[in-house]
């Protein structure tokens, strides 16, 4: 069902069609796939054949722009609606700078709030200079950095070198964003520790830089 449900989202996004979108969510949900697998099993795969295909030319960027817009309208609808007590975690996220793609980085930060995580985000277009200050200022020690296109990936690894530069270099760096997925090579090139693969890889990473932290604290 979620493959169904997958391939459908995705041309429900390509329509710019939310009422459909919408629909397939919540036949999804009523098939018995789990509010809180929504994310992992049905939207992020949807939007992962989104940027294959705008990767392979299929749509170009106009289309792709369009279909985010649409994307980004039902987000509420595949994050659980629960919270969890603050765990104390402080997170930075944003998208890259000359890059403004947000749809993956607002999931994210969305999961990441509702677990608990004290989540700033930065929005797109973000310089690397300000995730340094904004460390700086909050003392988040963890980064999470997103990058659609394959430029803006590469250029991650100014986040790494200013970080170092101003001494934070226990601050943890995760990257998202479909040149890292299709490429962790790439990730390690520029200094991440690990790759977001959707909400629940980015649960699953931020818990282990904390429970890192936590140990060598002990």
Do not use: C
Not at 103 to 124: C, N, P, Q, S
């Amino acid at each position: 069902m979620s493959d169904d449900a997958t391939a459908r989202l995705y041309q429900a996004f390509v329509n710019q069609d939310p009422t459909v979108a919408i629909s397939v969510i919540e036949r999804a949900k009523q098939s018995g796939v789990a509010q809180a697998q929504l994310f992992d099993q049905v939207f992020a795969p949807a939007l992962s054949l989104l940027g294959g295909a705008w990767a392979a030319g299929t749509i170009d960027e106009y289309a792709f722009t369009q279909a985010s817009v649409i994307a980004e309208q039902i987000t509420s609808f595949v994050i659980p609606p629960t919270k969890s007590a603050d765990t104390g975690v402080i997170v930075l996220i944003g998208t890259m700078h000359h890059d403004v793609h947000t749809i993956e980085k607002d999931i994210t930060a969305a999961a990441l709030k509702e677990a608990g995580h004290r989540v700033i985000d930065l929005g797109a277009d973000v310089r690397p200079a300000d995730f340094l200050e904004r460390a700086e200022e909050t003392g988040a020690s963890v980064v999470i950095v997103y990058a659609q296109l394959i430029a803006t990936a590469r250029s991650v690894v100014r986040v790494r070198e200013m970080l170092v530069a101003g001494g934070r270099t226990g601050v943890a760096i995760l990257v998202g964003g479909a040149p890292f997925a299709a490429d962790t090579a790439l990730a390690r090139s520029v200094g991440a520790n690990g790759v977001v693969r959707g909400a629940e890889s980015a649960l699953k990473l931020v818990a282990k830089v904390d429970a890192r932290a936590k140990s060598g604290r002990s």
